[in-house]
T-cell receptor, first 112, second 110 residues
Framework: EAGVTQFPSHSVIEKGQTVTLRCDPISGHDNLYWYRRVMGKEIKFLLHFVKESKQDESGMPNNRFLAERTGGTYSTLKVQPAELEDSGVYFC??????????FGPGTRLTVL | GQNIDQPTEMTATEGAIVQINCTYQTSGFNGLFWYQQHAGEAPTFLSYNVLDGLEEKGRFSSFLSRSKGYSYLLLKELQMKDSASYLCAALNTGGFKTIFGAGTRLFVKA
């Protein structure tokens, strides 16, 4: 069974540019989560989807971040415009029942 | 507020037992996760405790005391491959949001 996949694995962009991260959850997992880890800090929750609906987006830093999960399958996280403090590793995780979460390998975003 | 505390680093010897403690304060609490994360890799699920007490799973056991806001992860018969970060995380009421601690880096030496 394929695990959670994320694309790209690395992204280097300049301040002010736009970046879109993609997450493909494990097939059949209704729950999908986005997290971010800034260097030296803990993993921070961004938001949680159940199918295509946002259940909790209280962790989204500001309106420069937009997450979508059209059709309830893969999800995208767009940062527009990117700022220096957005640099970090963005993890996606999926879960069948909302307890055990399976994490993807992460996307390392560097904003210069 | 919401806060999870765990030691930053621990060192233990191959074959020994180590206990990693975690205390938490959350506005609503459902259960407590432990994840293992090797450097440069994704976190992998180890355990989830909802009820008080000890749950054993092979060499790894996890304990929870809801009244004390306290958990620990116990690793027995340590192996070199157990060198990793161990993340304590609380699932809030409603089951939507997971709050992570900063992680404990465990070094296993020969």
């Amino acid at each position: 069974e394929a695990g959670v996949t994320q694309f790209p694995s690395h992204s280097v962009i300049e301040k002010g540019q736009t970046v879109t991260l993609r997450c493909d959850p494990i097939s059949g997992h209704d729950n999908l989560y986005w997290y971010r880890r800034v260097m030296g800090k803990e993993i921070k929750f961004l938001l949680h989807f159940v199918k295509e609906s946002k259940q909790d987006e209280s962790g989204m830093p500001n309106n420069r971040f937009l997450a979508e999960r059209t059709g309830g399958t893969y999800s995208t996280l767009k940062v527009q415009p990117a700022e220096l403090e957005d640099s970090g590793v963005y993890f996606c995780a999926s879960s069948p029942k909302g307890i055990e979460q399976f994490f993807g390998p992460g996307t390392r975003l560097t904003v210069l | 507020g919401q806060n999870i505390d765990q030691p930053t680093e621990m060192t233990a010897t191959e074959g020994a037992i180590v206990q990693i403690n975690c205390t938490y304060q959350t506005s609503g609490f459902n259960g407590l996760f432990w994840y293992q994360q090797h450097a440069g890799e994704a976190p992998t699920f180890l355990s989830y405790n909802v009820l008080d007490g000890l749950e054993e799973k092979g060499r790894f056991s996890s304990f929870l005391s809801r009244s004390k806001g306290y958990s620990y992860l116990l690793l027995k018969e340590l192996q070199m491959k157990d060198s990793a970060s161990y993340l304590c995380a609380a699932l809030n009421t409603g089951g939507f949001k997971t709050i992570f601690g900063a992680g404990t880096r465990l070094f296993v030496k020969a």
